[in-house]
């Protein structure tokens, strides 16, 4: 079996095995193969570096990155895909294959002494799960290559002040240094989605400025943002300690959410971790 195949239409693939994507796995095959290597280039793979991928398919991304010399397991839940992928690609020294539900992800699991490289086109319904996983995993992961509809790549980037600053962004970027890099559009795809898509890389931080699942800073995130009309003196009231911590920070209680920045946000959970009122 060849290590690494070159390009194919996934529509050959597919058809060569008598299979067509599939509504209930959210399939939206890439067919344009620059879009293939301009991902795969933004990945640069060094020689025998370990990959993980989600939601490989038939296998388009997965042959790019072997043939730069990564090794990389794929992690597909679709008995179908899977069943292509080994008929297509092996298993091999360099390739193997996870039967397993991506929302599951365990990073620390899969790299308990180091750091891996992760790459995935990430249906909708899954996105938040993956992303929750990378943020918890973060001190596993070595950089993070994603491709998702384009709303959440905005928001992944998205600067306070903005409509599109939340939550998603904040968790994700007190870990991880975000840029996205590629639109893609719906013609770049087999059936072609109604939205467009964008891929982003997350790199993570040197020094992570907050621990994203610390219970206190969870709590002043979800709280600030869970009701965004709002001013933070009446969003954050049921948060013990958050309105007298931006009091003692300098921090006006009458502004938003979506105003403050990281490094607010972070301030704000520290001091309130420290309130003396908080058990």
Do not use: C
């Amino acid at each position: 079996m060849i290590d690494a195949p070159p390009w194919e239409d996934p529509r050959k693939v597919l058809a060569r095995h008598g299979e067509r994507p599939s509504r209930r796995y959210s399939q939206n095959f890439l067919v344009a193969e620059s879009v293939v290597e301009r991902i795969a280039a933004v990945v640069a793979p060094s020689e025998g570096e370990r990959i993980i991928e989600i939601g490989p398919g038939v296998g388009t991304l997965t042959t790019a990155l072997l043939r730069r010399g990564a090794r990389v397991e794929a992690i597909e839940k679709d008995p179908r895909m899977r069943a292509i992928l080994e008929a297509e690609l092996g298993p091999t020294e360099r390739f193997s294959l996870v039967g397993e539900d991506a929302m599951a992800l365990d990073l620390a699991a899969m790299a308990p002494e180091g750091r891996v490289a992760v790459v995935g086109n990430l249906p909708y319904a899954i996105t938040g799960a993956i992303f929750r996983q990378l943020v918890s995993g973060h001190a596993h992961v070595d950089r993070a290559v994603l491709m998702t509809q384009r709303e959440v790549a905005t928001r992944l980037v998205a600067e306070p002040g903005t409509k599109a600053y939340g939550p998603l962004g904040v968790f994700v970027g007190v870990v991880f240094e975000v840029t996205k890099v590629l639109d893609v559009s719906p013609g770049s795809f087999h059936p072609a989605p109604k939205v467009r898509s964008a891929v982003s890389l997350l790199t993570p931080r040197t020094q992570p400025l907050a621990d994203p699942d610390e219970a206190v800073f969870t709590e002043v995130v979800r709280g600030a943002f869970g009701q965004r009309r709002k001013t933070l003196r009446n969003s954050l009231r049921k948060v013990e300690g958050a309105v007298a911590a931006m009091e003692e920070l300098g921090i006006d209680s009458g502004r938003r959410a979506e105003t403050l920045s990281l490094e607010e946000l972070v301030a704000i959970a520290d001091a309130t971790r420290s309130a003396p009122e908080r058990p």
